[in-house]
Nanobody, 124 residues
Framework: QVQLVESGGGSVQAGGSLGLSCAVT????????MGWFRQAPGKEREFVAT????????GYKDSVKGRFTISRDDAKNTAYLQMNGLKPEDTAVYYC?????????????????WGQGTQVTVSS
């Protein structure tokens, strides 16, 4: 059974950096579009970034453009989210997600599998 396992969350001061990883187990990352979402306390889960398996197309939430970078290493079955210039408003539980869809998928409902989430806390 395919599972997604996130790691790399933690606490950092504003302006700092964190790198998240999402390891795919029980299956292959190939032909899998990967996405990152986040959910802050009291708010709905929202799209952050995605990278397709077809042509490696990338999409970002506007507020993270220029600060976050999504990438993937199919040989390692792992997707990444490098977060620089973190702000207190980036504080949330971050989830990775996977879909067979070959396009830039921005909606939760487009993803079939989800990780358990990892906490990111940014203090001012």
């Amino acid at each position: 059974q395919v599972q997604l396992v996130e790691s790399g969350g933690g606490s950092v001061q504003a302006g700092g950096s964190l790198g998240l990883s999402c390891a795919v187990t029980g299956g292959s990352l190939r032909r899998t579009t990967m996405g990152w979402f986040r959910q802050a306390p009291g708010k709905e889960r929202e799209f952050v970034a995605t990278i397709t398996w077809s042509e490696g197309r990338i999409g970002y939430k506007d507020s993270v453009k220029g600060r976050f970078t999504i990438s993937r290493d199919d040989a390692k079955n792992t997707a990444y989210l490098q977060m620089n210039g973190l702000k207190p408003e980036d504080t949330a539980v971050y989830y990775c997600a996977a879909t067979y869809r070959p396009y830039v998928a921005l909606q939760e409902v487009e993803y079939e599998r989800w990780g358990q989430g990892t906490q990111v806390t940014v203090s001012s």
